[in-house]
């Protein structure tokens, strides 16, 4: 079980790089380097801070998220699963690039048990740009991973002081340091290096994982809505090995006739579709279409966690499409 309030918690911290590790080599140069400060030297500095936590590293990766692939999720929801089973370990803080964080916290999140935090934090400004976010996102994430009610609320992700879970959370600005948001919920809990504030009791205690970690991720590309698009952009998609098509529609998951008519019958030879948006907030919810043409609506999921959802159900080998439908309704 994870610490009780107010002992000192074991932490161990996965570091993948991200801006949060990263530097320009000079405060006012806009171009920086991803992953270039270790691990050791972040927990020396958040130790000199006077933490209520033991800190141990492992530096599983020095990437820009961007280049974030199959093989290292592999390797991280080894460690992580390794941290839940092992009692010298309260919680988990994972340092990601912001840019794919939330397909991380996802897949984490479907294929994890909940016994402990795992908490994944990152960095919009690099950790020597002028008011850099890295220092304060990392001790804010091991305040929450070093809670004993942070566990039972899945993965969860912690940026400019808010706590997100990790199918809520979403990069919604490209730039400073307010860029996440939490979609349909927004934040669950508050935190600050002197504040932790929940707001709700954990919903998951001790839930075991729901999904199997893929052994391979299969084939899911995202074909993206756009006026005019003609049927060779569904095409061109339709490989042989692809598995399954995420819609990224206009508005609640829509795309013109022709397009539709595609991928009905994509979906009639066994390639599962999922209507998702292009649009940055809102449900896509279930049409009589959908019906018809045996579609998937993505419900709250963008169309990145809504591919992530997919292949994890694709790999278990479930496909069929009303398991999957309510997989993509369940909260
Ligand atoms: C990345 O995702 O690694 C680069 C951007 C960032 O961390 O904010």
Not at 25 to 39: S, T, V
Not at 60 to 83: K, N, R
Not at 180 to 200: H, K, Q, Y
């Amino acid at each position: 079980m994870n610490n009780p309030k107010n002992s000192s918690a074991n932490i161990l911290i996965l570091a993948t790089g991200g801006t949060i590790a990263g530097t320009a080599g000079a405060a006012l140069k806009r171009d920086y380097r991803p992953g270039q400060i270790g691990i050791d030297a972040f927990i020396q500095q958040a130790d000199a801070l006077g933490l209520k936590a033991r800190l141990t590293g492992r530096e599983v990766a020095a990437i820009g998220s961007e280049d974030m692939h199959p093989d290292l999720w592999s390797t991280l929801y080894s460690a992580c699963a390794e941290a839940m089973d092992d009692p010298q370990v309260d919680g988990v803080v994972i340092t990601h690039g912001t840019d794919t964080a939330e397909e991380t916290a996802l897949l984490l999140d479907l294929t994890l048990p909940t016994n402990k935090p795992i908490v994944l934090v990152g960095a919009m400004r690099p950790a020597d740009a002028v008011g850099s976010d890295g220092m304060r996102n990392f001790v804010n994430a091991i305040r929450v991973a070093a809670d004993g009610d942070a566990s039972g609320r899945g993965v969860l992700l912690v940026m400019s002081d808010r706590v997100i879970s990790a199918r809520d959370a979403r990069k919604a600005r490209t730039s400073g340091t307010d860029a996440f948001r939490g979609f349909p919920r927004d934040s669950i809990a508050s935190v600050t290096p002197s504040s932790l504030d929940w707001f709700g009791d954990p919903w998951a205690t001790d839930r075991p994982a729901r999904f199997a970690f893929p052994d391979k991720f299969p084939t899911v590309p995202i074909l993206y809505a756009y006026a005019g698009m003609q049927t060779d952009a569904v095409d061109c998609l339709m490989q042989d090995g692809t598995k399954g098509i995420v819609l990224a529609g206009f508005g609640e998951g829509n795309a013109p006739g022709i397009i539709r008519r595609r991928l009905a019958e994509a979906a009639e030879s066994e390639i599962v579709v999922v209507r998702a948006s292009r649009v940055d907030e809102g449900l896509v919810d279930r049409e009589s279409e959908d019906d018809e043409s045996g579609f998937i609506a993505a419900r709250g999921l963008n169309p990145v966690k809504a591919r992530i959802l997919l292949q994890v159900m694709l790999a278990s080998g479930i496909n069929d499409p009303a398991l999957i439908q309510q997989a993509f309704d369940r909260r």
